[in-house]
């Protein structure tokens, strides 16, 4: 008779949430959420132009790169255990919101949206930098705190009342994290930087778009 664990409710219910919101999927809905808030009038068709670029770019590519290497032997699981093999996700990640970027940037009506993508690329080059240093800051925490300071700032210049938005996602993203504390994928430590980093790199976004474009 073979011994297996069978998993408890919380880990089953945090696993669960680290696959609903997982890094790749955290751009698209934050993407849906502005198109749901924003004042501006935008096509239907605009719309799902880019959700549906999205969809295809930053979730599908980085999957089949992700099971690519996987079958190749460079990453021994998809949950991305060891710093080596973030390193060659965050390298994928780096180029795949780099082409984004520049995709938005082309689109004068998705101009609003272009400080979101430059602080993905900038919060995948600085987690990929300290991968390669060996440490191991939370994806999670880093699209979370990256969704929220680009809504907080765009609201703030927009001036849109989206509290409750912000609370939501506050609270979503204290369940996600704790859900990876719970089952031991991160440290608090490891969590903090992954949000500090996504916040950051928002703001420095923030600030080159208002320059530069």
């Known amino acids: 008779m073979t011994n297996s664990k069978k998993s408890s409710p919380g880990e089953i219910l945090a696993n669960f949430l680290s696959v609903i919101f997982h890094p790749l999927f955290i751009p698209f809905y934050t993407v849906t959420l502005y198109f749901f808030i924003s004042p501006n009038f935008f096509l239907p068709s605009n719309i799902k132009f ?14 089949l790169f ?22 060659y996700f965050s390298f994928v990640m780096f180029t795949v919101y780099f082409i984004l970027s520049q995709k938005i940037a082309s689109f004068h009506i998705f101009l609003e949206l272009l400080p979101f993508f430059i602080g993905i690329t900038f919060s995948i080059f600085m987690v990929g930098l300290l991968n390669f240093f060996h440490k191991k800051p939370s994806l999670h925490a880093m699209a979370l ?26 609270f979503i993203s204290a369940l996600v994290l704790s859900a990876r504390v719970y089952i031991e994928e991160h440290s608090l430590r490891e969590i903090a930087w992954g949000f500090f980093i996504g916040i950051l790199m928002q703001i420095l976004a923030f600030w080159i778009s208002y320059f530069f474009f």
């Open 145 to 170: 705190g990256g969704s929220l300071a680009f809504l907080m700032i765009w609201s703030f210049y927009s001036h849109l009342d989206i509290l409750w938005f912000l609370i939501l996602e506050i």
């Open 66 to 87: 992700l099971l690519t290497f996987l079958y190749s032997g460079f990453i021994q699981s998809t949950s991305l255990k060891t710093t080596k093999e973030r390193f």
């Open 50 to 63: 880019l959700e549906t670029y999205l969809i295809i770019v930053s979730i599908i590519i980085p999957l």
